[in-house]
């Protein structure tokens, strides 16, 4: 899956799984933050990166390893696509 389309498969998780305004999320640039706390940010707490981790496992197959540095991949939208697509295309 290309990194366009996994953009496409989060910003719908984040509305159904974390139920946040679909009209907000499609507005979502790869470049939003996802944080809470950051200037001009999606607004996710922990317990919302907690259920988008199940739901990239359930979704794309994609396991995060408890004590992985992961931060960076979750900064926002667009490094969480580059992720979940290289983990994809990684073998297993």
């Known amino acids: 899956m290309d990194e366009r389309a996994v953009l496409d498969e989060l910003r719908d998780l984040i509305v159904k799984r974390l139920r ?3 009209k907000v999320v499609s507005g979502v640039s790869p470049e939003t933050p996802l944080p ?3 200037e001009g940010a999606l607004g ?3 317990l919302d990166f907690i259920e988008l981790s199940i739901a ?3 979704r794309f197959g994609v396991v995060v390893q408890e004590g ?3 931060e960076a991949h979750f900064a926002t939208l667009g490094a969480l696509a580059r992720y979940v697509a290289a983990s994809q295309s990684r073998p297993s």
């Open 44 to 46: 996710l707490d922990s």
């Open 36 to 38: 809470k706390g950051v």
């Open 56 to 58: 990239l496992e359930e």
């Open 68 to 70: 992985e540095a992961v």
């Open 20 to 22: 946040f305004d679909a």
